[in-house]
């Protein structure tokens, strides 16, 4: 009897510890996927006054802001940027000018980033998405086709997916994703290990979505670091397999995943060379 007592507690306990793993996986998962940050307090009257608009709109997850910043040609192309995880909008904003001074560009935040309300997750970043692009609609005094006709989608790492999502609901032809990853089940797998990294309930799926725009005619170009030690190279040569004709890989060499803009200047102005020829 005591045997058997003995034997139950050493079996309880790994499993107690399983199961209490698995919770708090679930229930703070948020915490440890996104890293939402706040704007001091200067920093978007200083957009202003380099000649940027402030867009606020309203979601169901409450009142969110976007930044656009006008091209030399008011009917010209334009461009979506979605940030990286622990990334603001504005901080891109200096970055564009080297990448497509000729286009406008149209800067994201997610919810809870920035002075946004609410709490991110696919769904709802999808929304901020859609309703940026309505708010920018309305400030030109156009249609929202007239927009999305236009426009082209520019993403980094979790902002690769919120890109891809943009462009497969959105309908856009043009998509340029820098470190982007397959899943973020796989990314968790790498983090938290197999089977807890199945806890995701924030399913992003580039292969997916990828898939879906190289499927209607889109075209995709993608920069990623070979020694990118967060997103590894192989998760963009995955994507870009999936659709060879449409997609264009570019691979910077001893570049990893946060020092990209830095170090592969070169790569990025030649990808938007590329990607804004008709």
């Not at 790994?14 to 793993?21: D, N, R, T």
């Not at 979505?209 to 209607?216: D, G, I, T």
Request: hydrophobic share 50%; aromatic share 8%.
């Amino acid at each position: 009897m005591v045997f058997i007592r003995l034997l139950l507690r050493v079996v309880r306990t790994p499993l107690l510890v399983a199961v209490v793993v698995s919770v708090m996986l679930l229930v703070g998962q948020s915490r440890l996927i996104y890293f939402p940050r706040k704007y001091g307090s200067a920093e978007s009257e200083a957009f202003v006054a380099g000649g940027g608009v402030v867009l606020a709109y309203d979601t169901d997850h409450g009142r969110q802001r976007a930044f656009f910043l006008p091209g030399p040609d008011p009917g010209g192309r334009l461009w979506l940027f979605c940030p990286g995880n622990a990334m603001l909008a504005l901080e891109v904003a200096d970055e564009t000018w080297h990448w497509d001074s000729g286009a406008g560009w149209l800067l994201i935040d997610y919810p809870g980033y920035g002075g946004n309300a609410g709490k991110p997750n696919p769904a709802r970043i999808a929304a901020n998405v859609t309703g940026a692009v309505q708010a920018l609609a309305a400030h030109l005094g156009v249609s929202k086709q007239a927009v999305t006709g236009r426009l082209g989608a520019v993403g980094q790492s979790l902002g690769a997916a919120a890109a891809l999502t943009a462009a497969e609901s959105l309908g856009l032809q043009r998509v340029v994703l820098l470190s982007p990853f397959t899943t973020l089940t796989e990314v968790g797998r790498r983090t938290v290990g197999w089977p807890l990294c199945h806890l995701n309930l924030h399913r992003f799926d580039n292969r997916r979505s990828l898939s879906a725009v190289a499927a209607r005619g889109g075209r995709v170009w993608i920069v990623h670091g070979v020694d990118d030690a967060i997103v590894p190279i192989r998760m963009a040569r995955e994507l870009a397999a999936l659709a060879p004709a449409a997609v264009r890989l570019r691979e910077a060499e001893g570049v990893g995943h946060n020092d990209l803009w830095e170090m592969a200047q070169g790569e990025l102005q030649r990808v938007f060379r590329e990607a804004r020829a008709p």
